[in-house]
């Protein structure tokens, strides 16, 4: 357990960074660029990755098709929805919502797969819930309000990309010897049939006109950040969610705002808040009873 919470740990660490950024880029163009654009990158990088280490086999006709779904759902659907949500409460807040994935994802393993969390687990889980708590009342107790919208937008898109991460850990428990670069592979190839339909039938998604509009550095920091929060955030976590119990390796996602406010604290040259060290807190207790666990 303790190998699959590390990999979910740097999982969080890279997307919570590279989700500075998307919020970011996101406010200059709009969600569905933002997210077709790191689906391209994850594409490129899953395609070498696989090339160079020659790990694209054992595959079956249930697992494409349902890896293919999971895609469309969780890296199409859920992160715009995420990505629109990232704009109107910003990235911490955005990230904050993801406390509910262990609770949607528990239930969903429960009834999947009649797995059911050890109660030292479920402890942990709570410690990371107060974790998401402390860092939302200490953004209500700055701003007086919720924004309703967004964290309905940021609701909806933590319930899809619960269901997608559930699809994704069913094939791993029928072929546990899939290889988390090719289930990248097929679900980011899911995604990008989203963005194909939206591209043709809808309106086009003018990805390389835009980046050739900004300057160097933005075109190399948007790639870079593309790269970091999809390609290897999803290696990360897809290798922790073949490792670990699916609530106990979501229940990491408490760590984004963590690094998000981190981040944004060194960005501003500003400490943060007291109520975040009493989430940091809960974070290292929350880390203790799954180890522990």
């Excluded at 880029?25 to 077709?36: I, K, Q």
């Excluded at 990230?95 to 030292?120: E, R």
């Excluded at 010897?177 to 097929?186: K, M, T």
């Excluded at 309106?203 to 835009?210: A, H, L």
Aim: glycine residues 8%.
């Amino acid at each position: 357990m303790t190998t699959a919470l590390t990999y979910a740990l740097f999982a969080s660490l890279f997307f919570s960074f590279a989700s500075t950024r998307f919020t970011i880029y996101t406010n200059r163009t709009d969600a569905l660029w933002m997210n077709c654009m790191k689906a391209l990158v994850a594409l490129v990088a899953c395609t070498l990755a696989i090339l160079i280490t020659q790990k694209f086999d054992n595959f079956t006709t249930t697992n494409v098709t349902l890896l293919l779904i999971s895609g469309f759902l969780g890296l199409f659907v859920g992160d715009l929805f995420m990505l629109q949500s990232m704009k109107e409460l910003g990235t911490a807040r955005m990230l904050m919502m993801f406390g509910l994935t262990p609770f949607l994802s528990g239930v969903g393993s429960y009834l999947v797969f009649g797995s059911a969390l050890p109660v030292k687990s479920w402890i942990g889980v709570l410690f990371m819930l107060g974790c998401l708590f402390l860092l939302a009342f200490e953004k209500y107790k700055a701003h007086g309000h919720w924004h309703i919208r967004g964290v309905a937008l940021g609701f909806v898109a933590v319930t899809i990309d619960a269901t997608g991460l559930l699809i994704t850990k069913y094939c791993f428990t029928q072929s546990a010897e899939l290889h988390p670069f090719q289930v990248n592979f097929v679900r980011v190839s899911g995604s990008l049939i989203g963005f194909a339909l939206v591209h043709f039938l809808y309106r086009p998604i003018p990805i390389i006109k835009t980046l050739k509009s900004w300057s160097r550095r933005d075109q190399m920091e948007v790639i870079g950040a593309s790269f970091m929060g999809t390609f290897l955030s999803l290696y990360m976590y897809m290798k922790s969610i073949s490792m670990g119990h699916l609530s106990v390796v979501s229940s990491m996602s408490g760590t984004g705002p963590l690094f998000a406010e981190m981040i944004e604290s060194y960005q501003k040259k500003k400490w943060p808040h007291p109520f975040w060290w009493g989430a940091f807190s809960c974070f290292l207790i929350g880390i203790y009873f799954f180890t522990s666990g």
